[in-house]
């Protein structure tokens, strides 16, 4: 099957200005997730989608992260303003659950963001 | 969140078997143990998960302590592509979106 579909794959920005990151997850999975890993540390959720509605955004900075999942499918992640602590990596995951927590995630490769 | 504490670093040679541990002392009834690895450059992929008992697949396998204190990820045979960033997370497996919490892993370099 294919995997989790992430682009751009790297993005440079200037301080203050917006990006987006789009996500395609595996054909027929009902939860997606976006993560942030900053360089030398484990992945840190950032919001958690099942089809098309939000069940954790609780680690999201609402003031200048956003992300929508619109038809329950793909998904963006849009940053505005950036800030020079967002420079990191952004991984796209899903999974199969809709229920128990049980389901593999499965992991796109990421895009690396840098902030100049 | 119940937390998991792994060695920082480990070195493996190439064709020998790997043991990396984990302590999750203050893991919970309903806490499956999961590993996940991440190769450079690439995003975490799921290596294995277990309950209570031992659990093998084609990757490795998870020995699980009596006590569920503490639980070892097996490499039978290592090779060079196994070196990556091994992390072990406790999720909840009966709420409705239980979280992977990652903490700092454990780098795992294998000499050829």
């Known amino acids: 099957e294919a995997g989790v579909a992430q682009s751009p794959r790297y993005k440079i920005i200037e301080k203050r200005q917006s990006v987006a990151f789009w996500c395609n997850p595996i054909?027929?999975?009902?939860?997606l997730y976006w993560y942030q890993q900053i360089l030398g540390q484990g992945p840190k959720l950032l919001i958690q989608?099942?089809?098309?509605?939000?069940?954790?955004d609780s680690q999201l900075p609402k003031d200048r992260f956003s992300a929508e999942r619109l038809k329950g499918v793909d998904s963006t992640l849009k940053i505005q303003p950036a800030k020079l602590e967002d420079s990191a990596v952004y991984l796209c995951?899903?999974?199969?659950?809709?229920?128990?927590?049980?389901?593999?995630?499965?992991f796109g490769d990421g895009t690396r963001l840098s902030i100049l | 969140d119940a937390k998991t504490t792994q060695p920082n670093s480990m070195e493996s040679n190439e064709e020998e078997p790997v043991h990396l541990p984990c302590n999750h002392s203050?893991?919970?009834?309903?806490?499956?143990i999961h590993w996940y690895r991440q190769l450079p450059s690439q995003g975490p992929e799921y290596v294995i998960h277990?309950?209570?008992s031992n659990v093998n697949n084609r990757m490795a396998s998870l020995a699980i302590a009596e006590d569920r204190k503490s639980s070892t990820l097996i490499l039978h045979r290592a090779t060079l592509r196994d070196a990556a960033v091994y992390y072990c997370?406790?999720?909840?497996?009966?709420?409705?979106?239980?979280?992977?919490?990652f903490g700092q892993g454990t780098e795992l370099s294998v000499k050829p």
């Open positions: 277990g309950l209570t």
């Open positions: 203050t893991i919970s009834g309903t806490d499956y």
């Open positions: 995951a899903s999974s199969q659950e809709t229920g128990a927590s049980n389901q593999p995630q499965h």
């Open positions: 054909s027929g999975h009902a939860t």
């Open positions: 989608f099942q089809n098309n509605g939000v069940v954790d």
């Open positions: 997370i406790l999720r909840d497996g009966y709420n409705q979106g239980g979280k992977l919490i």
